[in-house]
Each structure stands twice: as structure tokens, then as C-alpha cells.
């Protein structure tokens, strides 16, 4: 989940100015702090301690009713409680922008750390249907909770249509209406909009229909009756709920439509029934007690300073994607007096949001020198640090910082592969190995992960388990480049086994203890050309040696060559030289021509 764009904004000077303010002075803001949620707010003690213990509500309701799904957010939540339109907009200035504002009662961001959810506490419910007001929050935590229980494995339709179900608890002090139907959806049906309801189940983020904003909502609206349907109105399987039951299915790798088949049955049945429940006004919802947990009044309050207060902004401001207003907000706060570390990484975010490679590091630097404990700025700075000429004693700098990085958060996906890359860089093959699979049991559908394990265990010589990575690789390569990236890597190592496999009793030599047989003499090379040094290696300053096995043909002409022990900027070159070699006719001691294998180094030193 990403924020909003900043929009072109007219007087952006002026604007800047305004934005560098702090808070207004009347402003009370307060933090309340539940057992799972954060709260800032500046409407009052007792609306923090309402808005934390709502979600602490439907946080206990996921748990009842959905036992299998986490309820931990995989980054920290904070929550900003807002007293009027006036203070939202000060979070996310863009959207309140050009002649059709959207002017949201709800608006959802994050980082790569933090999630970010703020939300009017002067809004009312629409009373047709007893709709949340701040559906869209309790949806956004919904999706987080989703996707950190599947990992990202439900499909599309059923992601929004149970986060769109959940979102919609209206809560009072007593009790829970669960399914409440969403007023925007029931009106969408209504007015006609259809979905083939194959379609739906095959629909993905990236399905045209579903990226265009004019049928979006189609989608949407379509998968939350769905869901709804199959949670409260189908026909139970063995006592349970159809959803649940097709759920099990589907996290196993059972395509929707087969698993709503399986479940329910003629899918153009399921169709009719949830769509005539939709637009006749057929739904039913459940009621539940409030969870009897810590009393709303215990949980702790403390006043924030102004400068405290302005850090927290930037840091929203920085998520909604408004960097120069999210500076401003920072240069406001130290004004106030503020000198945080906080205040130094969220100075550096906007900078590197704003593409200010130098500054954006030169900031990032300083949050490390003074002791960071954020696991993005050392990311970050590594990152901006990275460059196809560094030195060892920069690519020491960088993965002492990705270490770093690691160690603070152990499942950040970018940190894990850069660490691996460094550790390659510094030739350090068997530690970078590790590191990579670390990633790869992550994010286990990436083919670009595959063709780089297959490249490191190709350098490793370790031909057979690269050609095994590579071909897994390509099983889950979606792009040509992809493909032909590990089919380059496939064909590669598929020469190397075969050189290796047809080696003559000479490759046995080099290898070990002579193999039965007539031995071989030794190979006399009559024509040696040089290798050409590649510019690019030279600029880079790569060096070394490249091993390469050649298959030599009883003309004493090379057949074919691999890279047995690879630098990548000079395999080709090696390659390219090798390929040229003559030799005289191999032979048998007893005068048999002979095909043989060798193995040759061929080294790349700078001047």
C-alpha cells in the first residue's frame, strides 16, 4: 500500500511556508496506547482512547470469527485521530487540492516500517444501513492482517471482499454488528453493474478491468457481495461457512474457480443468489458482545509537545508522498526545539523520496552516526551508497551497514538480497549463499531470485545444483528477460556438465587419481591469442581469475568452451579467447586421436 501522489499545487512557495508552521497552538495532541494500536489525536483523551479501543474491537472480532487469520500488522500501526476536515487535511494536503477535491474522512499510508491510518472523529454513520464511518480504516487493517496471515497467497476477489466485510463492524459500547452491508456497494449492484463471476474469480492486480478506475470498483463492490454471500447466506459445508472451507482449497494452490465449485457448486447458481441478495435487500449480519477486555479508560495518555507532535506529521507526510511538505514539517518541529534521531531519518526519507541521492545519504549518515535504530535508514544508506566502482573499503562500509539492517528486521526482503549481492562483490560466495536463500524462502515466487543463486553456485562450480536453480527459475519467469536471463544461465551450465562429462582421461588427471586406460599425452597448444580485457571490467576495476572448461576436438581445434569459475564482466572474454586456441591433435600414448577435456585459467590483472 502506497499514498496518495502530490499534485501540482499553484503558490507552492507560499504553500511551503504555511506547511513549515507548526501545529496550531490550540491544538491539544495526546498519544494513547492500547495493548495493540498506537494513537495520536488531537481531539481529546477520551477520542484516543475510544479510536484505540475500537480496533482493539475488531482486532477481538477477527480473532472469533476467524481464528486462522493473524492479527498483527506486519509493520507498527499508528493511528491519527483527527477532530475536524481541517486537521486531516493537514496529513495528505493533496487530496483536498484542484477543483474536485476528495476531501476522505479516512486516508491510509505507509513506509517500508510503519503503517499509517488517519481518520475524522466528527464524522457520522450513514444510518440507512448503520455504516462504520471509518470502513476504510478497519479495511486497511483488515488487508494487513490478510496478507501477513496468507502472505500474499489469496487471490484477488477474496482479499477484497473479506477486508470489505470486516470493514464494516459498527461498534457501540455493548455489542458488534457484524456484515452490515456498505451503502457504495449496495447502490453500484443495484444501478446494474455485472461481473461474469469467472471472471471475478480469476481477476489479479494486474487484470485490465480491475486497473482501470472507471470498473475498479465494479471488482470491488462485486467481491465484497461474494464474500458476503458465502459468509453469512450459502449453504454451510459440514456445519461450516462455504468461504472457509473453499479458503482451505485454495491456500493449498486450488484455483478459485475449481474451489468454489468443490464448495458450493454451479458457479452461474452462486452468481444468481449472491447478486439477487445484493439488489433485493436480502442480506442478513450477525450481532456480537464487545470484547471484555482492558477498559477504554486504563489505557495510558500522554500529552505530546508541540515539536513531538510535528515529527509525527512529517513522518505521515513522508508516507502520503509529500516530501517537501513532510521537510517543512521537520524544519517546523526544530524549531521547536525538536532533536531527535526520529527527526534526522524522516529528513532523509523525504530528501531520498525527492531523488536528492547526496543529501538524502548525507542525512541517512548522520541518523547512523547518532545511533538509528531503524532498519530502512541502514538499508538506505547502503543503497545510495552502492556503486559498480566501489572499493572494498566501501563494500565493507555497506555491508556492515546491511548487517546492521538485517539484524534490526530479519524478514526486509531488499536488505537480505543487497547483503547477498555485497558478500558476492567481496567474493565471499559461501556466506552470500545463506543470506540469499533467506530471501528466497521469503519471497519464494521470484524467478530474478533464482537466476542469481543460479549464478552463485555457478561461480561456486557447483554446475548441476545451478542448473537445477535455473531451471526453477524459469518455471516462474514472467517477463522475456526473465527468461532469458536463466536460460543463458541454463545453456551455460548444460555445456559445463556436458564438457565435464565427456572429459578424457586427462580432465580425470587434473581431477584426481588417473582412470583406467591408455593415458593421454600432454596437450601442446600451438596457437595462443590473448584475452581482451573488457572496458567495462577495467572502469570497474574487476579483476581475477576466470576458469573455463574446453572441449578439444581430435584436430586440436576447441570445440566448445564454459566458465567453470565465474567473474561475470570477464566470462565472455575469456570465453571469446579460449574459443580461438589451436592445439596439436591429442593423442592416446599408443597414438589414437583423441577428443579430451581441459581446464584452463585465464587471468585478468590491472595495470
Known sequence: MRGPSVLVRSCLTCLLALMAAPLAAADKWVEAKSDHFTVIANAGDGAARKVAWQFEQIRAAIEQWAPFSSTKAPRPLVIVAAKNEATIKEFAPSHWAGPNPLRPGVIAADTEERTFIALRTDVQ??????????????????????????EGKLPLWLNLGVSAVWSNLVIDDDELEFGRPLPQFVDLLRRGATAEIRGLLTTTASSPWYLDPSTRSVVEAHSWALVHYLMFQAPKVNDASPLNAALAL????????????????????LAQAYVDVATKDKFTFTRVAASNGVSKEKYPVRALSEAEAGIVRAHFLVASEHAAEALAAVAGARKLGDTSIAGIEIEALALDRQDNRDAARAAYLRAVERGSSSFLVYYKLAELTSSPTADPAT???MHDWLTRSVALNSTYFPALVALSTVLVQLDQLNDALP??????ALEPGRADIQDFRARILAKQGRHQEALDAARGGLALAKTPDERQALQSVVDEMTRALKILAQAAPLAAVLAGPPPPGPAIKPLVR???????????AQSARVQGDVVVAALIGKDGRVIDVAVVQSIPLLDQAAIDAVRQWEFEPPTSVNGDAVTI???????????
Open 125 to 150: 454513520p450513514d444510518t440507512r444501513y448503520g455504516a462504520n464511518p471509518h470502513a476504510l480504516a478497519y479495511r486497511s487493517y483488515t488487508a494487513l492482517a490478510l496478507n501477513e496471515t496468507f
Open 250 to 269: 485454495i491456500v493449498d494452490g486450488t484455483p478459485s474457480t475449481v474451489a468454489i465449485e468443490r464448495t458450493f457448486g454451479n458457479l452461474d447458481a
Open 395 to 397: 563494500l565493507k562500509k
Open 435 to 440: 543470506i540469499l536463500e533467506r530471501a528466497a
Open 526 to 536: 600451438t596457437k595462443a591469442v590473448p584475452p581482451v580485457y573488457p572496458a567495462i
Open 597 to 607: 577435456s581441459s581446464k584452463f585459467t585465464i587471468g585478468f590483472t590491472l595495470k
